[in-house]
């Protein structure tokens, strides 16, 4: 990526009323652009973030041997009456519209409903289950209070998965298998010390549900977490009752913020009675289907990182999910320098290694200020200086001072082979 053809450009200031860290650092550096409250747009490199951290997510949802879908935004109002979650009183975040004939319509703020329905096509013996399936989609809420970037939302991206069990055991098993793969990823994007498998209120059968939170100043929640056993419960379940039924003690609980970052939740049976999902056993009966849904909050979860890995410069994203793993400087426009520095871009980009490459004619401050506000994990400098010296100044993100190296050491680092 040339960053002279690249459509990306660093913004002196955010705007006035953005009061959040993350989308301020986000719009500075042209990851996103806010279009309203609650609503972003993302631009080629934050395109990228999102795009490596749904990488990462669809690789253990597959894992999972979940199936990869994507569903309507559009809802019809009758599936969500069947189970009492139509109206405002009882879901507060609707976006509502209607059709030009006036039949209602909802824009999906989750999925619960019409994949059940939709799969009471598909599912009809004990043969057709377990059956899993997941998608990445825009969801619509409306919410009341839209100051977190994008960490909250009017239009967000949720990976939701949705799986459909025979019995109570095996949605248990699948259940117990998504709470690994969840740890994995939060482990994979770098927030593994700080997310806590968090108690909630709401499951069927164990009455609780379960949240992945990610210790943070900017979180909007308030949990509680016994660091050693690296469990939280959030503030429904903080009461003597059920923190007796978990073996957690109270003064063995720290009050912290968190952000909520997942979400996975048990509905039993429950759904499927409401909605007349149904399947046949081997002896021929007729049974309800098992219900669990997982949620994982995609562009909230590319705020939070943004948010944890940053300093006063910038951002500082983790390897695993950059948008380029070198930031090339190249400072000067002598023949001698361009071929250095194309050279390197050619063999890194032949290695596989996604390299931005500032190929602008700019101040050599304006260069460096971006490669730090943009937060590459490394950054390559070209100049009459290493040209002559056949050398390439190099540096992490984080490092106070480079260095300077021979290209087959700075092609280990960067690609692990020389
Ligand atoms: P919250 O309590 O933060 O409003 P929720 O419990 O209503 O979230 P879920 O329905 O559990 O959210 O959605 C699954 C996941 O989607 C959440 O764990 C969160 O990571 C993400 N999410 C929910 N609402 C938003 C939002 N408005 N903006 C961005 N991500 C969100
Ligand atoms: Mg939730």
Redesign the pocket.
């Known amino acids: 990526m040339r960053l002279s053809q690249l459509f990306t450009k660093t913004v002196k200031d955010a705007p006035a009323e953005e009061t959040a860290r993350s989308a301020q650092l986000l719009i500075r550096a042209g990851y996103i652009h806010k279009e309203m409250a ?1 609503a972003y747009d993302y631009l080629p490199l934050g395109l990228l973030v999102l795009e490596n951290i749904k990488a990462i997510v669809r690789t253990e949802m597959n894992k999972l041997g979940a199936n990869e879908i994507l569903m309507t935004s559009l809802q019809s109002e009758e599936l969500w009456r069947q189970t009492d979650r139509w109206d405002d009183q009882k879901v507060d ?1 609707w976006f509502k519209s209607a059709l030009k004939n006036g039949t209602p319509v909802g824009f999906g703020w ?1 999925h619960e409903e019409p994949i059940a329905v939709m799969m009471k096509n598909y599912i009809s013996s004990y043969r057709d289950l377990p059956m899993a399936l997941y998608q990445f989609q825009t ?1 619509l ?1 409306n ?1 009341l209070r ?1 100051k977190s970037g ?5 239009e ?1 991206l ?1 990976k ?1 998965l949705y799986a459909f069990s025979s019995t109570p055991e095996e949605l248990q098993t699948f259940y117990d298998k998504v709470s690994d793969a969840y740890l994995r990823v939060f482990t994979k994007v770098g927030l593994g010390d700080d997310t806590y498998l968090t108690y909630a209120s709401g499951g069927a059968f164990t009455q609780f549900s379960h ?2 939170q990610t210790v943070t100043a900017v979180g ?2 308030t949990i509680y977490v016994n660091r050693a056993r690296k469990l939280g419960v959030n503030r429904e379940v903080y009461t003597d009752e059920a923190l007796t039924q978990l073996g957690l003690k109270r003064e063995e609980l720290e009050e912290v913020r968190a952000a ?4 996975i ?1 048990n509905f039993g049976t429950t759904k499927s009675e409401q909605l007349g999902v149904y399947y046949t056993d081997q002896s021929g009966q007729q049974k309800p289907v098992y219900l669990s849904s997982y ?3 995609i ?3 590319m705020g939070v990182i943004a948010e944890h890995y940053a300093d006063a410069k910038g951002l500082v994203w983790p390897e695993a999910v950059a948008p380029a793993q070198v930031y090339l400087v190249r400072l000067g426009t002598q023949s001698e320098v361009i071929n250095q520095a194309d050279s390197l871009y050619h063999d890194l980009t032949q290695l596989g290694v996604p390299v931005l490459y500032d190929d602008r004619d700019a101040r050599p401050g304006e260069k460096f200020a971006d490669a730090d506000l943009l937060g590459i994990p490394h950054r390559v400098v070209v100049s009459d200086k290493t040209a002559a010296a056949g050398t390439y100044e190099w540096k992490q993100r984080t490092a106070e001072k480079s260095e300077l190296i021979h290209k087959n050491k700075l092609l280990k680092i960067l690609a692990g082979s020389d």
């Open positions: 609650g975040v989750s969801k809420r919410e839209a994008i960490m909250r939302g009017r967000f949720m939701d949240e992945f909007e929640d909520e970052v997942g979400n939740f949620g994982i909050g562009s909230r979860l």
